[in-house]
C-alpha cells in the first residue's frame, strides 16, 4: 500500500501560524487545516450592541474600527474567533475598518453560558457535544457578487438561499444588500482537555497512532485555554475517519483554539521559531526516515507577524493553499511525501535565517520568491546543495542561464514571442498577415512582435500586407485589401486603449464580407482582462490571443476545483490574473508526479493544467530547465473559448 504523508502549514487569517500533520495510511483521510473542536461558548448575557432588522431577523450589529483584530473582538464580546467567523465568513480574510458584523439576537441569546477555563474528564462515548441550534447567519453583498457565487462559497444551494430571501426573485441581488443564509443540519463537534505531564519547556511532543491508525478522546477542554511547556501533554481524540494528528513545539504561554472548517480537525499552537512554519527536524513522523521520503519546502512572504497582510501576501497565500490542494488530490500517489513552509517575511536576513535549517538542504525542491536578491541566495544555496528551485513568481528572471539547479516555471519573453510566431503561423496557414501599423501617436508596444512575425513570416514565404493608418484606424485605410482574400490582423499593441482604436472598422469591415471567416483579429495576453463590450468585440472577430496561462472559468475542471478550495477554505479564490489558487494546485500536481518519476528531476513528461502547463527543458548542459509551454486561446463568436497548447 502507497504510504502517502505530508506535513502542511495551516494559513489562517491571524498573525501566528497554527500546524498539522497528519500520515495517510489510509486513502480515505483528507488533509485538513483548522480545527473546530469547541462547542459554542458565547455568554448568555445579551450583547451591549446595537441591534437593526435583517431580512425579518433581530441581528446585534458592530462596526470594526480602526486597528481592530479578530482576537481584540473576540476578547470584547466574550467570543471565540471561530464564533465571529461563524457569523461573519468574510472575516477569515481578516478585519477592514468599517466593515460591519452581525450577530443574529435570538440565537446568541438563547446560547448558553459555558466557564472559560473550566475542564471536565470525557469519554469516547461522551465527548461529542451538540453546538447550538443554529439556523441562520448574515451576508453582506459586494460588488461583482452573484446568487450562484454566494450559495457556493456557503456550500448551499441557490434554490435554498432565494427561499431565505424571497426579495431575490422580485428585485435581484443588490450590492450592500444583507443576506440571511440558513445554514446545514450542524455537524457534531469533539471537546478534548489538556493534562499535566512534566516535559522540558523545549521538547516537542506528539500523539501517536494506535491501533487501526486510528485515535481515541480520554478529555475535553474549554475555550482559549493558555498551556505552560512544562505541563502540557498532546491531546488524542476520536474523529469519524482515521487521521493521526500531531500537536509539537509548545512554548510558554501558547493557546489552544479552534476555527470552524470542513472536516475532522484540530488547531495546533503556535511553534517557537517565527519563520518555521512547519514542525523542527526533531519532530518529523517514522516517514522521514524512510530512504524514498520526498521533500518540498515553500519560501514565500506570508506575512503572517502582519496585523493584516496585504493583496500580495495574501496571493502567496491563495497560491500555497492550492498547492495543499494538488498534494491531497494526490495522496493516494508514489512516495511519502514531506510539505514544509516557511515565511520569509519579505527580508533577505529571514531568508538565511531559514537556509540555516538543515531540513531545508534535504529538500528535493523549493518553491521560491520574486525578490531577485533573496531569490539569487536560494538560487546559490540550491546549487551548492544539489536542490531544484521552481520559480514561478519572477518572471523576467535569467538565472537559469547558468544555474542548473533552476526551474524557470514561465516559458521567457523572447521564446514566447517565437512560439506564438510559430503558433499562428501554424494555425493560421491560409490567411495574409495584415499587420496595422499606426503613423503618428498610436501605441506600438509589440512592434518587436509584429517584427519577428514579418521576418518568419517572409522566410517561409507567406504573404504580409502593412495596414498603416493616423490616430483611428477608418475604413479607407482598408481599401488596398483584395476581395475574396483572407486576413488575420495583427495589431501594434496589447493596451485597450489601441484596441479601442481599431475595433469599430474591422467589425464593419468583416460584416461587409460574404464569408465572415475571411477576416479574424490576433490579439495579445493583456486581452485575457478584456470584458464586456471589449469581450464581445474580440468574439465578433473570431480573435486568438497567446498567454502563459489561461482559467476557463466555465470548465468542469475550474468549477470542481474552485467549489473545493471554498469548501476547504470557506471563501473562494481571489480575484487575480493569473488566479493564484489555481497555479498553485497546478504547480503541485506538476511537481508531485515530477517528484514521483523514475526520470531525473525535473522529468520530461508534460503536465497540462486547469491554467498552465509545464513542460520543461533544458537549453544546456550548465543551465536550468526552462517552460517551453505557451497557449493559443481562441474567443469564438459562438461563445465558446478554445485553449490550443503550442
Not at 370 to 382: E, H, K, N, T, V
Amino acid at each position: 500500500m502507497l504510504n502517502f504523508a505530508i506535513i502542511i502549514l495551516a494559513l489562517l487569517p491571524f498573525t501566528y501560524p497554527t500546524i498539522c500533520r497528519m500520515n495517510y495510511h489510509n486513502f480515505r483521510n483528507r488533509i485538513v487545516l483548522t480545527a473546530a473542536v469547541l462547542g459554542a461558548t458565547f455568554n448568555a448575557t445579551a450583547l451591549d450592541l446595537p441591534t437593526r432588522m435583517v431580512n425579518g431577523n433581530v441581528c446585534y450589529y458592530y462596526e470594526v474600527q480602526p486597528k481592530e483584530t479578530v482576537y481584540s473582538l473576540a476578547r470584547r464580546f466574550g467570543f471565540t474567533k471561530a464564533q465571529i467567523i461563524h457569523y461573519n465568513p468574510s472575516v477569515a480574510d481578516g478585519l477592514r475598518a468599517g466593515q460591519t458584523l452581525y450577530f443574529p439576537k435570538d440565537e446568541v441569546d438563547a446560547l448558553p453560558s459555558t466557564p472559560k477555563h473550566q475542564s471536565k474528564q470525557s469519554t469516547p462515548e461522551n465527548n461529542v457535544t451538540s453546538p447550538a441550534n443554529t439556523t441562520v447567519s448574515c451576508h453582506l453583498v459586494k460588488k461583482g457578487e452573484t446568487i450562484y457565487g454566494i450559495s457556493r462559497q456557503y456550500d448551499i444551494s441557490e434554490a435554498d438561499l432565494i427561499a431565505a430571501n424571497p426579495r431575490l426573485e422580485t428585485v435581484g441581488l443588490k450590492y450592500g444588500t444583507v443576506l440571511t443564509i440558513p445554514t446545514k443540519e450542524p455537524q457534531p463537534t469533539y471537546e478534548y482537555t489538556l493534562k499535566s505531564l512534566s516535559t522540558p519547556a523545549s521538547t516537542s511532543v506528539y500523539s501517536t497512532p494506535k491501533s487501526e491508525y486510528s485515535v481515541t478522546a480520554d478529555a475535553t477542554e474549554p475555550e482559549n485555554t493558555t498551556t505552560k511547556a512544562s505541563t502540557y501533554e498532546s491531546p488524542v481524540f476520536t474523529t469519524a475517519s482515521t487521521t493521526t494528528v500531531y500537536v509539537e513545539n509548545i512554548a510558554s504561554g501558547d493557546t489552544i483554539e479552534s476555527k470552524n472548517s470542513y472536516g475532522n480537525n484540530m488547531s495546533a499552537p503556535q511553534v517557537e521559531d517565527p519563520t518555521l512554519l512547519t514542525p523542527s527536524e526533531a519532530t518529523m513522523p517514522d516517514i522521514e526516515s524512510q530512504p524514498d521520503t520526498l521533500r518540498m519546502t515553500v519560501m514565500l512572504p506570508f506575512m503572517l507577524s502582519a496585523q493584516q497582510p496585504d493583496k500580495q501576501a495574501q496571493l502567496y497565500t491563495e497560491f500555497y493553499r492550492g498547492l495543499l490542494l494538488a498534494a491531497d488530490s494526490l495522496r493516494n500517489h508514489g512516495n511519502p511525501l514531506i510539505i514544509s513552509a516557511y515565511d520569509t517575511a519579505a527580508s533577505i536576513d529571514t531568508v538565511n535565517s531559514i537556509l540555516s535549517h538543515p531540513e531545508v538542504a534535504k529538500s528535493t525542491v523549493i518553491i521560491a520568491p520574486d525578490d531577485d536578491l533573496q531569490l539569487g541566495r536560494i538560487a546559490s544555496f540550491a546549487s551548492e546543495n544539489g536542490t531544484k528551485v521552481f520559480n514561478a513568481f519572477a518572471v523576467k528572471s535569467t538565472l537559469y542561464h547558468n544555474n542548473a539547479a533552476m526551474m524557470q516555471a514561465n516559458i521567457p519573453h523572447s521564446d514566447m514571442y517565437d512560439t506564438a510566431v510559430a503558433g499562428i503561423l501554424k494555425e493560421y496557414p491560409d490567411y495574409t498577415l495584415a499587420m496595422l501599423v499606426p503613423q503618428e501617436g498610436g501605441k506600438t508596444d509589440k512592434a518587436e512582435f509584429q517584427s519577428r512575425l514579418r521576418s518568419k513570416a517572409m522566410a517561409d514565404g507567406r504573404k504580409i500586407v502593412e495596414v498603416t493608418y493616423s490616430g483611428m484606424l477608418r475604413q479607407a485605410d482598408l481599401e488596398k485589401l483584395t476581395a475574396n482574400e483572407k486576413y488575420i490582423f495583427i495589431p501594434p499593441s496589447g493596451t485597450q486603449t489601441e484596441f479601442s482604436r481599431i475595433i469599430s472598422t474591422l467589425k464593419a469591415y468583416k460584416e461587409s464580407l460574404n464569408d465572415y471567416n475571411a477576416a479574424r483579429l490576433f490579439g495579445y495576453p493583456e486581452w485575457i482582462t478584456f470584458r464586456g463590450d471589449a469581450l464581445e468585440n474580440m468574439r465578433f472577430m473570431n480573435t486568438t490571443i497567446y498567454s502563459r496561462f489561461y482559467n476557463d472559468e466555465s470548465s468542469l475542471r475550474t468549477k470542481d476545483l474552485t467549489a473545493e478550495y471554498s469548501r476547504w477554505y470557506g471563501t473562494p479564490m481571489m480575484n487575480a490574473i493569473p488566479v493564484q489558487g489555481i497555479l498553485g494546485f497546478d504547480a503541485g500536481m506538476y511537481l508531485i508526479r515530477s517528484l514521483n518519476n523514475s526520470e531525473p528531476f525535473p522529468g520530461t513528461m508534460p503536465y497540462s493544467g486547469i491554467q498552465s502547463d509545464f513542460r520543461f527543458a533544458s537549453d544546456g548542459s550548465n543551465a536550468g530547465a526552462v517552460n517551453k509551454a505557451l497557449y493559443l486561446v481562441n474567443f469564438r463568436p459562438s461563445g465558446i473559448t478554445e485553449k490550443i497548447s503550442l
